[in-house]
């Protein structure tokens, strides 16, 4: 996703999403709402949840409860799941508190001075594309599962996770020739930590304890967490 701005900004922002720019899990908060929307009970979406946080706390971590994720999507529609995280959207904006405050006032900030805005996430187009349209988001950059036929087939072409989110900084960078010393980027969780080393001005959001180290040592800029809002 792109805008005419992306091509004339001189420095970029980058931003995780999940629990830095809105107060929730995207891709868990989605499941539940697209079990509802597929008709399953509310148990059979806190069996998978269950599961998906298994499989992070074992030796595979994040990144193999991620790919876990989209085989729950081997089959669906591209365009029915992305229907359904339209509406889960609309619905968290309704019921209200989906972004966290200091967050997105950052982010208006960085747009107000001319900064490409780029949103970084191990989540998909479902949820990305509806957080991004809203805050004007000049790239946004999740997990691609691999689509055949218009359908998921369950499995992935580029995971957005730790490394993997670091690298499409790096090449946003390059693409765009911006000297990383002059770009922010705001992450929550200690497997941002490859993102944020990225940029010349790191910002940590919230009380993880390896991201405050770091901020420590290298006078990092701190927001406050978001109020985390549960899944479901």
């Not at 747009?111 to 989540?123: C, H, I, K, N």
């Not at 420590?216 to 899944?231: D, K, M, Q, S």
Request: charged letters at 25%; hydrophobic letters at 40%; one cysteine or more.
């Amino acid at each position: 996703m792109t805008s005419g701005q992306a091509t004339t900004a001189r420095s970029a922002a980058f931003f995780d999403v999940d629990e830095t720019l809105i107060t929730r899990k995207s891709m868990l908060s989605f499941l539940r709402d697209y079990y509802r929307w597929l008709g399953r009970p509310d148990s059979a979406a806190d069996d998978t949840v269950a599961s998906l946080r298994d499989i992070a706390a074992g030796p595979g971590g994040r990144a193999a409860s991620n790919r876990a994720y989209y085989r729950l999507f081997a089959g669906h529609r591209v365009a029915e799941v992305a229907a359904a995280g339209q509406q889960w959207f609309d619905d968290g904006m309704t019921a209200g508190g989906l972004f966290h405050p200091a967050a997105l006032l950052a982010l208006r900030e960085h747009q107000q001075r001319g900064d490409l805005v780029v949103l970084v996430s191990g989540s998909f187009s479902a949820c990305l594309d509806p957080i991004a349209r809203y805050v004007s988001a000049d790239i946004a950059l999740g997990t691609v599962p691999e689509v055949s036929g218009g359908s998921y087939t369950g499995e992935v072409r580029d995971v957005r996770i730790g490394a993997g989110k670091a690298e499409a900084v790096a090449e946003v960078l390059r693409e765009r020739e911006l000297c990383p010393e002059d770009c922010h980027a705001y992450g929550d969780h200690a497997s941002d930590l490859a993102l944020l080393r990225q940029v010349g001005h790191p910002v940590v959001v919230g009380d993880d304890p390896v991201l405050l180290e770091h901020a420590h040592r290298g006078r990092w800029r701190r927001l406050p967490p978001a109020v985390t809002v549960p899944a479901g």
